[in-house]
């Protein structure tokens, strides 16, 4: 028993890092009261089961040698004790029950979403996170930013390597907020290892959790849920920002969706050259439809339809447009009306119709992409 102990302070004193919280073998602590809560419940049961385990095995290398054949042991002959069946039935319920009690109150904790400060609806889509703040009038995607050079190792990866976006998600501290979690497609699962959050994202239902952050940071996490070829490129990074910083950022954002809509609205009256929206529509597709269609546009067969030679981008421009505003059901095309500004539809499509030989000589404006929204609207 004495030896066993022994070796297991010698191997915790050799690899400290079996036993510490900012260790890559262990889980972390995390800026949240339930990240930490989860922490030490893991914790307690790693040490509960490291006790157990010495025990056991202490006793059963007690009994090898004290009970071995060389020294003339001979085996008891009995079938059952009253007293050994209750022993073994009663010391493990007492064992699960003190594991059951602090595990249940962290359970009930972390679904308790109820008296939240600021609630956010996160959407799962192949492959990129939507981000609405519900009463704020502030939406937007979040995708990744890591380079393209270094996904085909043309270029050294940074440390942050897949764990980058375009937008954050900013949120303030101190604060409780509340997530509905949905999907356009696919099963999504939003997961923040430092906020101990991790929830399924499901097409059709709504879930919710919530976090309270408690230190001011930046912190990464990613799709923990098997959602297609681009997966691994989905990341998730969340900014906390002080209360006073978060109020500001708030107000920069819906100044922003406001200049925005004005810069949009004064591209109805103006005609866009063919060299500037091929150069910003190679920008556009880069970003949102190379992952499927390819750079080269010859998508993936069986999977993720061509662009070269395509009939739609060969074919008529209304269809075009209204595929790419509202997307194919039952295909991976989604719609990109609420991703894309006009002027980002209209270039994308421009390139789409001019690029990899397609050269229809299409230049679609602004205004032709707004009409179509506005038709929309009136339709429905």
């Known amino acids: 028993m004495g030896k066993l102990s022994c ?3 010698l191997i915790l004193c050799v690899f400290p890092q079996l036993a510490l919280a900012n260790s890559q073998f262990n889980m972390r602590k995390g800026v949240t009261d339930i990240s930490e809560n989860v922490y030490e419940l893991h914790m307690t ?8 385990g010495i025990i056991v095995f202490a006793i059963m290398l007690w009994a090898l040698i004290h009970h071995r054949k060389s020294k003339g042991a001979v085996p008891a002959q009995f079938h059952e004790s009253t ?4 022993l073994w039935t009663a010391i493990p319920f007492v064992i699960l029950i003190a594991m059951a009690v602090p595990a249940t109150k962290t359970l009930i904790a972390m679904e308790d979403a109820s008296k939240a400060d600021l609630t ?5 889509s192949q492959w990129k996170w939507h981000y609405e703040y519900m009463g704020e009038d502030v939406e937007f995607y979040s995708m990744l930013a890591t380079p393209q050079d270094e996904i085909t190792n043309l270029a050294d990866k940074n440390p942050n390597y897949l764990l980058e ?3 954050p998600l900013v949120l303030p501290i101190n604060q409780k907020i509340r ?3 949905t999907s356009d497609d696919v099963i999504h699962s939003w997961w923040v290892p430092d906020f101990a959050v991790k929830k399924d994202a499901n097409p059709g239902f709504i879930n919710e959790t919530w976090t309270n952050i408690n230190e001011e940071g930046i912190y990464r996490g990613q799709c923990a849920e098997l959602c297609g070829k681009d997966h691994g490129f989905m990341p998730v990074v969340v900014e906390a920002k002080s209360e006073a910083d978060f109020k500001v950022w708030l107000a920069d954002a819906k100044k ?3 200049q925005a809509a004005l810069a949009d609205a004064a591209l109805l009256d103006q005609t866009l050259p063919k060299e500037e929206l091929m150069e910003l529509g190679a920008q556009v597709y880069m970003a949102s439809c190379a992952a499927c269609h390819q750079p080269t546009g010859l998508g993936l067969p069986g999977v993720f339809p061509a662009l070269k030679g395509s009939p739609i981008v060969l074919g008529d421009i209304k269809g075009h447009i209204d595929i790419l505003i509202h997307g194919s059901p039952g295909t991976a095309m989604q719609s990109f009306a609420k991703q894309l500004s006009i002027k980002q539809l ?4 421009t390139y789409k119709r001019n690029a990899w030989g397609n050269d229809t000589g299409d230049v679609i404006q602004p205004s032709e992409i707004q009409a179509a929204l506005d038709a929309d609207v009136e339709a429905n």
């Open 7 to 9: 070796t297991l302070w």
């Open 45 to 52: 049961i790693f040490f509960i089961c490291c006790v157990i």
């Open 83 to 86: 007293k050994v069946e209750i």
């Open 120 to 124: 956010i609806k996160v959407t799962g």
């Open 165 to 167: 976006v375009d937008k």
């Open 179 to 181: 997530f509905l979690m």
């Open 256 to 258: 922003a969706k406001q």
């Open 346 to 349: 209209a270039a994308v499509i």
